[in-house]
């Protein structure tokens, strides 16, 4: 079996809500890592600001600042240019019954700080409410922070992507787009 069919089995066995929360973050970050070391580096989970107020579940810096010739790192680099993403901030939402709402998007919005840069990605293990929606449309409009939603089936999507030898950041730019697109 190859690595990519185990990841999308191990998301598919991986239990909703509260009794599969940690393994769902494992996965999801060990898929990240996957996916996206090199060109960002290793992410840092479970950090926490000085304070411990905060704690965000993984965050992947990306030093792309500059072109250069890594492989897959034209994306990255242009997401440091558009939303200064230098610190790429994920947060995992394994909700089962449980709806991912405006509050979901708030805690997020409050873990994006001016060094992190303007950029979060929600990994979903379902699609997120209107109103969490709504909520996004309200955090770029006040601070022109970008939060987006990725789905199981899109994290899949991805390991498909690379399966295929192409930049499976590809498709958060897509969805970046479909963001503006939507906004209002």
């Not at 989970?45 to 072109?67: E, F, K, L, W």
């Not at 890594?70 to 997401?79: A, R």
């Not at 947060?91 to 303007?118: A, C, L, S, W």
Request: net charge negative; proline share 5%.
């Amino acid at each position: 079996m190859s690595q990519i069919n185990d990841f999308i089995q191990r998301l598919d066995a991986c239990p909703l809500g509260n009794s599969g929360w940690s393994q769902f973050e494992d996965l999801c970050t060990e898929i990240l890592t996957f996916l996206f070391v090199p060109p960002l580096n290793n992410p840092t989970r479970q950090a926490r600001t000085y304070s411990g107020v905060n704690r965000r579940d993984a965050i992947m810096p990306n030093r792309n600042i500059t072109a250069n010739n890594l492989p897959n790192s034209k994306n990255w680099h242009h997401l440091f240019l558009e939303l200064d993403a230098r610190m790429i901030l994920f947060e995992f939402k394994n909700y089962d019954v449980t709806e991912i709402g405006h509050e979901e998007v708030n805690q997020t919005r409050n873990y994006m700080t001016d060094p992190m840069g303007r950029l979060a990605i929600m990994i979903c293990s379902k699609k997120p409410n209107d109103s969490a929606h709504r909520q996004r449309n309200t955090v770029f409009s006040q601070d022109k922070k970008v939060i987006l939603f990725v789905t199981k089936e899109q994290l899949k999507e991805m390991l498909l992507i690379k399966e295929r030898d192409e930049d499976p950041s590809d498709l958060i730019i897509d969805l970046l787009e479909s963001f503006y697109i939507q906004h209002e």
